[in-house]
């Protein structure tokens, strides 16, 4: 007899969900973190991304919502200036569990990042460039994915502190390039 080897996983997912205990109207919560946000750039083969994150969640134990962020990094050459910014926009899944006033998650997002680079040559008017030959400015639109370990604190009434972080992916060219983020802010839940 011949088994499926994609049956045993679906069918340890089916059962796994299954026993996820679903939340009440009354464990419905929505919640929001917003800070700094760090990263690998999607494009840039080096540096750190910098900029300003956020992401909104609405559920009990299993939840769904968004995230963004932008950051831009800039890279020097010997011969030219290049600068990336980064916009990712993803919808999010996450498994969370409260624990006192704080909470913890482990959130899936997945959908696109656009990225824009500005390439300037250097010295470039001193030699008399202009238009394309001294800067060019590109858009690409990447597939992007990131799963993040997300913690928060209540510290003030709704107000707290947020941590998150974990690997990302960007598709590229044909093919997966590893990447991570991570963010810092303030949390509020209702």
């Known amino acids: 007899m011949r088994r499926s080897a994609i ?105 696109g990042t656009l990225v824009h680079e500005t390439r300037r040559r250097d010295q470039g008017e001193r030699a008399g460039l202009t238009g394309d030959a001294l800067e060019t400015s590109a858009w690409r639109i990447l597939p992007s994915a990131d799963l993040a370990l997300s913690t928060s604190l209540a510290l003030v009434g709704s107000w707290g502190v947020a941590v998150n972080g974990g690997p990302a992916v960007y598709l590229r060219e044909g093919a997966l390039h590893a990447g991570w983020s991570a963010m810092l802010g303030v949390a509020w839940r209702p």
């Open 7 to 111: 049956g045993w996983p679906v069918a340890l997912l089916a059962a796994w969900v299954g026993f996820i205990p679903v939340a009440s109207a009354e464990d419905a919560a929505l919640g929001a973190h917003a800070g700094l946000f760090v990263a690998k750039p999607a494009a840039l083969p080096t540096g750190l991304s910098t900029g300003l994150g956020a992401d909104v969640a609405h559920g009990g134990v299993v939840a769904w919502g968004g995230e963004t962020a932008w950051s831009t990094a800039t890279e020097h050459s010997t011969t030219h200036t290049v600068r990336h910014s980064d916009l990712r926009l993803h919808a999010t899944g996450a498994l969370q569990h409260r624990i006192g006033r704080g909470s913890i998650a482990l959130r899936l997002g997945a959908g």
